[in-house]
């Protein structure tokens, strides 16, 4: 049997990796922000794929606060969580409380289920960059960096990116976009301001979520996460506009 397993894994894994030389969307980071684009945008028959340097999705969301099982979204932010079937209970002051866990699983189980591919353990080092426009990003494995191995990384071209890679905005950094890093919490602000800073950054380039705060230097907002999923929806509608 371990020559018929090694076969099928390196058959099937290089052909998903051939196949995603070539994407009409990345999104880098399979947190809340970057899971939500990437289900708005493959239900809508993009071709999206999400890169994420750990070996699981939900970013920050699914440490909850301090570790704790619990998150909470305002009761206008949660129609994404209960399309999804994510239980939902009344907390305080219009908030609802789930658990960071189910709904980072359902959320990525929703984006696959609609036609995105999520790639683990890969880790953005560069962007491709043709004539002042961002059309993709270069790939190394997430253990080659941590081993400090000098293995040449390989391209990913796509026709938009976008940097969900949360407070980091390690993808505007790589583009030469400026980066003021976040400013305090406040957190009905940074739930503003997360939506309202989801934009392209350079051409070709969409920045959301927490990676939208740091870029502008916006509040932080703790564990409530209407506004991560709101951001999302909002680079997926931007990009499809321009598809």
Excluded at 15 to 40: F, K, M
Excluded at 80 to 109: C, M, Q, S, W, Y
Excluded at 157 to 167: R, S
Aim: proline content about 4%.
């Amino acid at each position: 049997m371990e020559r018929p397993i090694a076969s099928s894994v390196l058959r099937k894994g290089y052909e998903v990796l051939n196949d995603r030389a070539r994407s009409d969307v990345i999104v880098v980071g399979a947190g809340p922000a970057g899971l939500t684009c990437a289900y708005e945008l493959a239900r809508n028959d993009v071709k999206v794929t999400v890169i994420e340097r750990q070996l699981y999705v939900g970013g920050g969301m699914t440490g909850g606060g301090m570790f704790l099982p619990a998150g909470v979204v305002m009761e206008e932010d949660a129609e994404l969580l209960e399309e999804l079937g994510v239980e939902l209970e009344p907390a305080e002051e219009g908030l609802l409380a789930f658990n960071p866990v189910e709904a980072a699983i359902k959320l990525a189980h929703a984006a696959v289920e609609a036609g995105a591919v999520i790639l683990v353990g890969l880790e953005v080092e560069d962007v491709i960059e043709r004539q002042g426009r961002v059309e993709g990003v270069v790939v190394n494995w997430t253990a080659a960096k941590r081993a400090g191995m000098h293995v040449d990384p390989l391209p990913m071209e796509a026709k938009f990116t976008v940097d969900a890679t949360g407070h980091e905005a390690s993808v505007c950094r790589c583009a030469g976009v400026e980066v003021k890093g976040e400013g305090p919490m406040w957190a009905e602000r940074g739930e503003e301001l997360v939506e309202k800073h989801t934009r392209e950054v350079k051409p070709g380039l969409f920045v959301a979520g927490m990676a939208a705060s740091a870029v502008r230097g916006a509040y932080r907002m703790g564990p409530i996460f209407g506004g991560m999923l709101r951001s999302g929806r909002k680079a997926a509608r931007e990009i499809l506009e321009r598809l």
